[in-house]
């Protein structure tokens, strides 16, 4: 018998699984109508580099305390952030609505994370 031999039986082989890329992510701090603005310009430009938005998750995270400076300075939340939220629902193809996430801690107003499997 050799080696060949030995090496040669057929097995299962499990195929391999899409690997996550590593997630991006975006800060963003300034007005609230600037921050959305350009937190989707900033996911739009993102699609367009990774390609295929069937495998893409997105995860928004805004900070209260940072919020609640925008609003004490005079920045209006809506109708802006509903709109907003269903924009990035709606027209990218998303396979689901961004995940959203209000944070008790001071820190840059908006945090997007867009994880993605390629």
């Known amino acids: 018998m050799t080696l060949t031999d030995i090496h040669s039986t057929p097995r299962h082989v499990r195929p391999k699984r899409d690997s996550p890329g590593t997630p991006l992510f975006w800060t963003f701090d300034g ?60 027209r990218y193809g998303l396979p689901a609505a961004p995940r959203l996430r209000y944070l008790k801690s001071a820190g840059p107003l908006l945090v997007m994370v867009l994880a993605y499997r390629s």
């Open 31 to 90: 007005t609230f109508a600037r921050c959305l603005a350009d937190a989707e310009d900033t996911l739009r430009r993102a699609i367009v580099q990774i390609g295929d938005v069937s495998r893409v998750v997105v995860a928004l995270d805004i900070s209260l305390p940072a919020l609640r400076e925008r609003v004490a300075a005079g920045d209006r939340i809506q109708p802006a952030w509903g709109v907003f939220v269903e924009r990035l629902a709606r």
